[in-house]
């Protein structure tokens, strides 16, 4: 290295002229002594490019050197090129030069790639696009083709495996596999032309036996998520699609849910919901009419009925029932003197009638929770008493007069209905 005199930021430009000569003379002596060196850089630091498979000038002669010391060594009446093919890369020299060239093939057995066999075709430091370049086609992709040894009519064809443990080493496995099945347990698709599955699976018997990783799709890695697949064991084996964050809630202890949502789900203006019955009969559907009503619509020919009015709702034989969920902003106005309230699809009751009376029965489905509003009379006595009987059970155990503009709130479980 140059010897360099200092230079100090007070000195003037004509003090500081003549160490700024000499520091230029210095420095342009070391280059051309560095340049004139047969020893400036050391061949592992000197990048090579050329026919032997090298990074360094280094590694280019370690190469060479290993070839010669290997053709040397088989020198006789062995065939030179031969010789010389048998040695790989790295590593000690073939014995035969069909070893190196199955080798380079890879161990085939029935089931694929042989788990031990071929661990180092998968081993590598560097890291690589992988794909297949093709100036057949004019666009700039790169393709990765994973292809059948010929036209599958059964069995499996292209297949990509991706490991969560290692594999190779006879481990316990989590895998998920991309391929083609013409039959998987004899399911031949919808076209009877095979499918391609997105399966996981793990090994039986092991510590991951009935714990199958999820399935799952998301955006910016898993920070925005869209759903998964889950795979339950419990009653029954069965794959749940959940949709939105989360896991599951309500599935594993309800064998007949297949789908579970953590966000509100949304049909557009003018969709339907349908419902067929067992043996794939359409049996009816359902739609929202303007922001009022839940419509349900019978088919052939039958009445369509709105859900949350005064109708029933009654399609044909069949009973549409309808949980507290889908009743909202209904009420129905008792105008009338009556001991029976009939709250049937109504969320919201007003008790107007003429004289003073007393209800004894409340008609509605279980869950269903509504609120009675009196507005029956302004001064007392009150014209609305609610009975506390075996099916009205009131908090007071007694029966409850209601005041002008008072309103009492009722939940039915079961067959009684109980003050909230």
């Known amino acids: 290295m140059a010897d360099l005199q200092p230079i100090d930021g007070s000195m003037t430009l004509e003090e500081a002229w003549p160490k700024l000569r000499d520091n230029d003379t210095a420095v342009n002596v070391e280059i051309v002594e560095h340049k004139a060196s047969e020893r400036a850089h050391s061949a592992e630091h000197i990048t090579y490019e050329g026919d032997i498979a090298a990074e360094t000038v280094s590694h280019a002669l370690d190469a060479i050197n290993q070839r010669v010391e290997n053709i040397v060594a088989e020198a006789g009446d062995s065939n030179t090129e031969i010789v010389d093919a048998r040695q790989p890369e790295g590593g000690a020299a073939y014995s035969t030069l069909k070893g190196r060239l199955d080798a380079a093939d890879g161990v085939v057995t029935e089931g694929g790639l042989d788990r031990v066999g071929a661990t180092s075709k998968f081993v590598s430091t560097m890291l690589s696009w992988i794909g297949i370049v093709n100036t057949k086609f004019s666009d700039n992709a790169t393709r990765f083709y994973v292809l059948a040894k010929s036209k599958v009519t059964t069995g499996v064809g292209g297949c990509i495996k991706l490991f969560a443990d290692a594999y190779h ?20 698709g919808y076209h009877g032309n095979g499918v391609f599955w997105v399966n996981g699976k793990v090994l039986e018997g092991s510590e991951y036996d ?12 898993g920070r925005i998520i869209g759903g998964r697949w889950v795979a339950l064991f419990n009653s029954i084996a069965r794959a749940v699609l959940m949709i939105g964050p989360g896991l599951p809630k309500h599935a594993p202890s309800n064998p007949e ?4 949502s953590s966000k509100s789900i949304a049909l557009q203006h003018g969709q339907m919901l349908y419902m067929y019955s067992d043996d794939g009969v359409y049996a009816n559907s359902v739609r929202t009419q303007g922001r009022k009503y839940l419509w349900s619509i019978a088919p052939n020919g039958g009445e369509e009925k709105y859900i949350g009015g005064v109708k029933k709702y009654e399609l044909d034989d069949a009973k549409f029932e309808v949980t507290n969920a889908f009743v909202t902003a209904s009420r129905r106005n008792i105008q009338s003197n009556t001991s029976t309230i009939d709250a049937t699809a109504v969320n919201r009751v007003v008790m107007n009638q003429p004289d003073a009376n ?10 269903q929770v509504v609120t009675i509003l009196n507005v029956a009379g302004n001064a007392s006595p009150q014209k609305t008493t609610i009975a506390n009987n075996a099916t009205i059970v009131l908090k007071g155990g007694a029966n409850l007069p209601l005041a002008y503009n008072q309103t009492l ?7 009684s209905w109980y003050e909230v």
């Open 169 to 188: 080493l006879g481990q316990a496995y989590r895998d998920l596999g991309i391929y083609f099945h013409a039959d998987q347990e004899g399911d031949k």
């Open 210 to 221: 009935n714990k199958n990783p999820d399935i799952g799709f998301s955006f910016q890695d």
């Open 257 to 260: 849910i297949g789908l579970e």
């Open 358 to 367: 007393t209800i004894t029965s409340i008609t509605g489905i279980d869950g």
């Open 409 to 415: 709130k009722l939940e039915k479980i079961g067959a």
